[in-house]
């Protein structure tokens, strides 16, 4: 019989991580589903079914993500992946020249204290339970996958702080494989292009046809459904570790 596999998945309730929970569930995961307590999560844990869970987790809280992994070790006794896809986005200039008012400071620390602390913070408190697995037939004890996005590569105006975030994420890459390396661990990061998600439904239509022509092809936003796609084959590929992978049909931002 199939070994059940178990993940924690963050942002769960919504855009990428909420498609990532549907295909892992698909796949035949078990998974803890963690996003804020004034999320949708518990509907969208509902409308799922038995095989996921839903538990309130501000990531930035080292209690809330403590509460998860115990969750995630009393209900299966082990985790097998961690996907990081809880996150916010801000678009503003360093400096609006016109109003004479700098970016506010407190804006910029909470996109790093929700997209970089918050993604360090899970999974350097789940890793624990995923190095207690036994080695499976792939020699590995686990994986993990982290969300940073494009603005890491072709920042435009107004994202200073998304670039900052995203960047360190990809930054993280790296080392977070070689440290995780010895205990069989792996590591990558996807840096997604422009998705159709609850995180860009802001963009007036007319911007969102521009991104999408601009997009050498395919010619269209990406979907969430082809980022969960690119979490499974990098569970299914034991050669992708320490990468940080672009998924944006070729998107770039001049
Ligand atoms: N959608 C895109 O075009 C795009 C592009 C590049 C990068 N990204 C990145 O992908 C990630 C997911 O984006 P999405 O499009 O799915 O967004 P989304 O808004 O649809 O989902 C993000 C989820 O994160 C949750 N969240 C926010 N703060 C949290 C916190 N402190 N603790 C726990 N959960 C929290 C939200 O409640 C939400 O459910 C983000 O980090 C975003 O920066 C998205």
Known sequence: MAKTLVSLVTGAASGLGKATVDRLVSEGYKVIMCDLATSSGKSVADSIGPNVKFVPTDVRSEADVQNAVDVCHE??????????????????????????????????????????????????????????????????????VNTSGFAAFDGQMGQVALSACHGAINSMTLPLAR????????????????????????????????????????????????????????????????????????????
């Open 75 to 144: 209900l299966h006794g082990k985790l097998n992946l961690i996907v990081n896809c809880a996150g916010i986005s801000v678009a503003r200039k360093t400096y609006n020249f016109n109003k004479g008012s700098a970016h506010e400071l407190q804006e910029f620390s909470n996109l790093m204290m929700v997209n970089v602390v918050g993604t360090f913070n899970v999974l350097r408190l789940a890793v624990g339970l995923m190095g207690k697995n036994e080695i499976d037939e792939n020699g590995e004890r686990g994986v993990i």
């Open 179 to 254: 440290d995780m390396a010895s205990q069989k661990i792996r590591h990558c990061t996807i840096a997604p292009g422009l998705f159709d998600t609850p995180l860009t439904q802001f963009l007036p239509d007319k911007v969102k046809s521009y991104f999408a022509d601009m997009t050498p092809l395919p010619k269209r936003m990406g979907q969430p459904e082809e980022f969960a796609n690119l979490v499974v084959s990098v569970v299914n590929n034991p050669f992708l570790n320490g990468e940080v992978i672009r998924l944006d049909g070729a998107l770039r931002f001049i």
